[in-house]
Nanobody
Framework: VQLQASGGGLVQAGGSLRLSCAAS????????MGWFRQRPGKEHEFVAA????????NYADSVKGRFTISRDNAKNTMYLQMNSLKPEDAAVYYC???????????????WGQGTQVTVSS
């Protein structure tokens, strides 16, 4: 599976962005998908995940109620709608594919390149 994240940019605090992750290669719908982020000097942090079949979702406490993960298996694309952005949400965001239930970067099987999200205060 090849993953391509996009949609990052500069936004003011309180604003919104929608990230996309386009997948190609092996069957996209066989995998759970996740978003991670990495701030400078920090480890990859779990943000959200979505299962491949029934659309179950899981969120980090820090983004619950503000971020929404979704996927369109017909388009081989996953999304992360980010609302009420805070300066601490600024990071490089990565998408990943793997098995449902995992929240660690190393537990996923495939990773895309990152997209930068900058939030000005």
């Amino acid at each position: 599976v090849q993953l391509q994240a996009s949609g990052g940019g500069l936004v003011q605090a309180g604003g919104s962005l929608r990230l996309s992750c386009a997948a190609s290669g092996r069957t996209f719908s066989n995998y759970a998908m996740g978003w991670f982020r990495q701030r400078p000097g920090k480890e990859h942090e779990f943000v959200a995940a979505i299962s491949w079949g029934d659309g179950n979702t899981n969120y980090a406490d820090s983004v619950k109620g503000r971020f929404t993960i979704s996927r369109d298996n017909a388009k081989n694309t996953m999304y992360l709608q980010m609302n009420s952005l805070k300066p601490e949400d600024a990071a490089v965001y990565y998408c990943a594919a793997g098995h449902w239930g995992y929240t660690s970067w190393g537990q996923y099987n495939y990773w895309g390149q990152g997209t930068q999200v900058t939030v000005s205060s």
